[in-house]
């Protein structure tokens, strides 16, 4: 891919200057299409491409959940997991509020609010993963290490098969 055409983004800026090794990927987004759309035009397994999904707690106090595309979280046993009441998907505009990246964009790196982020364990155990470079239809791909060392995710076992 031509230098000139990867998007510059808040998340490719911290990576670049992270120096995380991390390979960029256009495809051709599709509204509502999610991680089904980005493996099938970036032919690769939807379990290696990793959501960012903005949620918040029952004190609305929001966080970041890194889960495999073909996996849902389940939202009971992550408040379990880190000790709240309940714990609720974030609507759009709120999403975009936390992170500054719109919906179908948002990238876990260089949000707008410092926030914490929980990775679902086996996605550490993955060779390289597909994660969003913080524009609708641009992926990254890097180690999930990359992601253990910007991030310092708290691994959770949470997913369920959809």
Sequence with gaps: MA??????????????????????????????????????????????????????????????????????????????SIGVKTISPCNPETALKHTGYQVGGTSPFATRKAMPVYIEKTITTLPRIYINGGKRGFLVSLTPQSVMDLLQPTMVEVGIKK
């Design 3 to 80: 230098k000139d055409k990867t998007p510059v983004t808040a998340a490719t800026r911290l990576l670049k200057q992270s120096k995380a090794e991390f390979t960029p990927h256009l495809y051709n987004y599709k509204e509502r299409g999610g991680t089904t759309v980005s493996a099938r035009e970036l032919d690769v397994d939807e379990h290696q491409v990793i959501k960012t999904l903005v949620m918040e707690d029952d004190q609305r106090k929001p966080l970041i959940v890194l889960m495999h595309g073909d996996q849902e979280v389940s939202t009971k046993e992550l408040a379990r």
